[in-house]
């Protein structure tokens, strides 16, 4: 457990300093609006649909078709609980704080965070039961999510889905789990390298929301609550309530590290879209993200203790 939890401890140092070094870029000019906005689109395009096949080409057939039935229904389940807790707590906000808190609640960083996080703590295994995981999640944000913002324009959320390379790969890697096929040689050394590319460019990508930040926000106490139900409160009540149940302890273990992520960059995104709180938004995602770094570890060291 002691060696697990400094693993855990200097994967998140190293995260930290990757966010360090996107915030300084920012700072610098060198990282632009501009930069961003590509860097973001070759994430999602590119190097995280390698992460999925890259996690499959890899991934090890015995049991991992019981683990994903797990996991999909293990998240469905905790979506659902996001949505009434949302309904509890956050009915009476004001509408442009109120869309933000709900939609971040809903929506952890499982793209950008989540993949290098849960694959530095489960590898390959976790890789890939993030990926499935990721069809729940994909389906309540473009659903309810966006409907927190604006009802009734959620409507083509089937196209929206179907257009992220990321749920492609996961087709297309589980047809490589199924029918035991591997790519061609020079095909699989180009998506490793690829997929090596999503902890240094993601967090970097975060560093420069960082750079962003007002200082203003560090006074506004509606952030540190949130920080403290997002980081802390889901998921220790999400690990509560699996301890009883008889699932795999990784499904488990990737369940509860999911719901201690944080607020993910999306609510900046659909923020500014549909003209919230903007600043707000980006006070959740960049506090959460850096106090992760010291809550994730904790989290992990529960779930280790009880699975």
Not at 207 to 227: I, P, Q, S
Request: net charge positive; glycine share 8%; hydrophobic share 55%.
């Amino acid at each position: 457990m002691i060696e697990t939890l400094r693993a855990v401890l200097s994967l998140q140092a190293t995260l930290l300093l990757l966010v360090l070094a996107g915030a300084a870029g920012k700072k610098l000019g060198v990282i632009t609006a501009g930069f961003q906005n590509g860097l973001s689109r070759f994430l999602v395009y590119m190097v995280l649909p390698c992460s999925v096949l890259n996690a499959f080409s890899k991934g090890n057939t015995v049991g991992i078709w019981e683990q994903s039935l797990q996991i999909l229904a293990v998240m469905s389940a905790v979506h659902v609980f996001y949505i009434l807790l949302n309904l509890l707590l956050y009915r009476r906000k004001s509408p442009g704080r109120g869309a933000v808190l709900r939609f971040a609640v809903l929506c952890p960083n499982t793209n950008f965070m989540g993949m290098p996080v849960i694959g530095g703590i489960f590898g390959e295994t976790g890789t890939l039961l993030l990926s499935v995981a990721l069809f729940p999640v994909r389906v309540f944000i473009l659903t309810v999510g966006i409907s927190y913002f604006v009802i009734g324009r959620s409507g083509r959320w089937v196209i929206h889905l179907f257009k992220n390379p990321a749920v492609w790969a996961v087709f297309l890697g589980a047809a490589m789990l199924l029918l035991e096929w591997q790519l061609p040689a020079p095909a699989e050394r180009a998506v490793s390298a690829l997929s090596a590319c999503t902890t240094p460019l993601s967090m970097i990508l975060i560093g420069g929301v960082v750079g962003n930040l007002k200082k203003e926000m560090l006074r506004d106490l509606e952030v540190w609550k949130f920080c403290l139900l997002r980081l802390i409160l889901i998921p220790m009540a999400l690990l509560l309530a699996l301890r009883p149940l008889p699932l795999d302890p990784v499904v488990c273990g990737v369940a509860v590290v999911m719901s201690a992520l944080p607020a993910g960059a999306m609510t900046v995104i659909y923020t500014k879209e549909y003209e919230k709180d903007e600043d707000f938004a980006a006070a959740c995602v960049v506090f959460s993200t850096l106090l992760s770094v010291l809550t994730i570890p904790v989290v992990n060291l529960a779930s280790i203790s009880l699975f």
